[in-house]
């Protein structure tokens, strides 16, 4: 599957984003959060997730054009596998262009993701702001030791920049660089994944903290009714929503409270109802 965002500046260049194929079918929360500020900052997002369509070269070959970093969201576990595959696809084709992972495993281990030779750089924690900077940077040809939460390799092993703290509310999300149907057709209806908190729940270890970007967050009301709007009117106005929390011993709301709150912020009723699942921003 790929994506092309509409809203950008072509002078700033394309960024590709890749979701690794996985043995679950949530939405790529993590890779749309990141396509989100990188469209906000000017870029061309082309966003393709690897459980719906791997490109072949001649197909990866022209979303690479005029790109001026890939990006890649790891899980630990199976995912790891995929990323490593299309990393060293992209260097095949164009061996100058820089390749960045992100996500839960790099943020963790960030010296080993660069052991692999296709990773040129890791973004640790959020990498909402990361991404767009770090974009910015190599559009223009610029140092990027100011880029803040990232990792790259030395000559002597590796130097990483300071950390990044989450912000106040979840990230927005911009339904529009996903193919909705390729989502809701597996589904049988038309239900949208959410953001709803952030961070570690759990704080088990100093790294902790860092890794995540600060400690465990709710969203707030005030904010979250903007990028609510948001998710529903970029999404086409889904049946349902399902709203993820990072937390997953936290209760969730009550089907009946989750249906109130989607309504209310979305100024219209839903035909379904919003129900409440706990899983990670993948």
């Known amino acids: 599957m790929t ?13 590709v984003l890749y979701n690794p194929v996985a043995p679950y079918f949530q939405m790529p929360l993590g890779i749309l959060a990141v396509g989100t500020a990188l469209q906000r900052a000017g870029f061309e997002v082309r966003l393709v997730d690897g459980r719906v369509n791997r490109p072949g070269d001649r197909e990866l070959t022209r979303l ?11 899980l630990s576990g199976k995912p790891i596998l995929d990323a490593i595959r299309f990393s060293r696809q992209v260097k095949e084709l ?23 030779g296709s990773v040129d750089y890791v973004i640790r924690g959020p990498g909402e702001e990361s991404a767009a900077a770090l974009a910015s940077c190599l559009a223009r040809g610029a140092e990027t030791g100011e880029v803040p939460g ?29 193919t909705m149907d390729h989502y809701w057709a597996p589904r049988g209806s038309r239900t949208l994944d959410y953001i709803t908190s952030q961070g570690c729940p ?10 995540t970007g600060g400690p465990f967050r709710r969203s707030g009301s005030s904010r ?9 009117t970029s999404s086409g106005w889904p049946s349902s929503t399902t709203c ?23 100024g219209r009723p839903l035909s379904g109802r919003a129900s409440w699942r706990k899983w990670m921003k993948t």
Do not use: K
């Open 94 to 116: 164009a061996p100058d262009l820089p390749v960045v992972w992100g996500g839960w495993h790099p943020s963790l281990l960030p010296e080993q993701c660069l052991t692999e």
């Open 150 to 178: 990232l990792t790259r390799r030395t000559a002597g092993g590796s130097i990483q920049t300071r950390d990044v703290l989450l912000p106040a509310e979840p990230p927005a999300l911009d339904y529009r660089l996903l």
């Open 64 to 74: 690479l054009d005029g790109a001026v970093m890939a990006g890649v969201g790891v």
């Open 244 to 266: 993820s929390s990072s937390n997953p011993n936290a209760p969730g709301p009550s089907p009946r409270a989750c249906s109130a709150c989607a309504g209310q912020y979305a």
């Open 202 to 211: 759990f704080n088990c270890a100093p790294r902790s903290t860092t890794t």
């Open 3 to 15: 994506e092309t965002a509409t809203q950008s500046d072509p002078g700033r260049g394309t960024v």
């Open 224 to 232: 979250n009714s903007g990028n609510w709007w948001l998710a529903m």
